[in-house]
């Protein structure tokens, strides 16, 4: 069987991932397609109770990129590549570009340190064992570190992340942004600053040019 797609969704907090991805779900379950929704950091038990973690306890800088490390590992183990290798579609609400942007962009870690456990964390996984596991595809949704903060304004409780001043947001905003000049075209940027309409249909349009919402019953 043909390995699954895998689709990571990225951006600052606030950006709007978690309000379309449901209707991105939907889309690729009405083309036919098994579809495993799951985010980070999180996705197991084991890297629920890291999240809680990395969202709530105060740590320091290393600390937080080996947790979310490690969090990612068990993630991609447990559930991310059965997944794959079912032929399931995977809808993942962050992933690897994620680390760069906060950990590397946002708190000043080494960007090539970061690679270093990209590159341990993302390999020697069944059925690839030497290739290192990326998204196939990254949507990348692009908001103003201003906008974002107008956005969640009062809607709930901020974690340790989102009480981060304005100016962290800017730069993990830059973060992705050069992350995503040297993709090699995985990550597509959504501008997040329209109505929900538009970027619900940039990001169906994204998903479509990869052809993976034609149907997939009997093919
Ligand atoms: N296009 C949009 N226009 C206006 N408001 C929006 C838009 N998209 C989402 N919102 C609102 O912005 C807020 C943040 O959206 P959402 O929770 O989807 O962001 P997120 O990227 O998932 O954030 P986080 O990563 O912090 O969970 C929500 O109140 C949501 O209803
Ligand atoms: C994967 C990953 C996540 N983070 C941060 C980014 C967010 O502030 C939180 C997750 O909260 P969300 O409501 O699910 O967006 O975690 C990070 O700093 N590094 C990472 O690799």
């Known amino acids: 069987m043909m390995r699954g797609p895998f689709i990571s969704l990225e951006g600052i907090d606030g950006a709007g991932k978690s309000s379309h991805l449901a209707a991105l779900a939907d889309a690729l379950r ?7 929704l799951t985010r980070e950091p999180g996705g197991t038990p084991l890297a629920e109770k890291l999240r809680q973690l990395l969202l709530h306890e105060r740590m320091d800088v290393l600390t937080e990129v080996l947790l979310v490390f490690a969090a990612r590992r068990d993630h ?13 579609v995977v809808l993942c609400d962050r992933f690897t570009d994620a680390s760069f942007a906060y950990q590397g962009a946002g708190r000043g870690f080494d960007r090539e340190e970061l690679s270093k456990l990209e590159l341990l964390a993302q390999t020697g996984i069944a059925p690839e064992p030497d290739s290192m596991l990326q998204p196939d595809l990254t949507l990348w949704f692009d908001l103003p570190a201003e906008l974002a903060a107008e956005r969640l304004a009062g809607v709930r409780a901020p974690d340790r992340f989102e009480t981060e001043p304005q100016a962290f947001f800017a ?7 050069e992350r995503a000049a040297q993709s090699g075209g995985r ?7 329209q109505q929900r309409e538009q970027v619900a249909a940039q990001m169906l349009a ?13 093919g």
Request: charged content about 20%; aromatic content about 4%; overall charge positive.
């Open 30 to 36: 009405a083309a036919g397609r098994s579809v495993l």
């Open 76 to 88: 991609i183990v447990q559930v991310i590549a059965p997944a794959l290798a079912r032929g399931d």
């Open 171 to 177: 730069r993990v905003a830059r973060g992705y942004a």
């Open 187 to 193: 990550m597509v940027r959504i501008d997040a600053a």
């Open 206 to 218: 994204a998903v479509a040019a990869r052809g993976w919402l034609e149907g997939a019953r009997g």
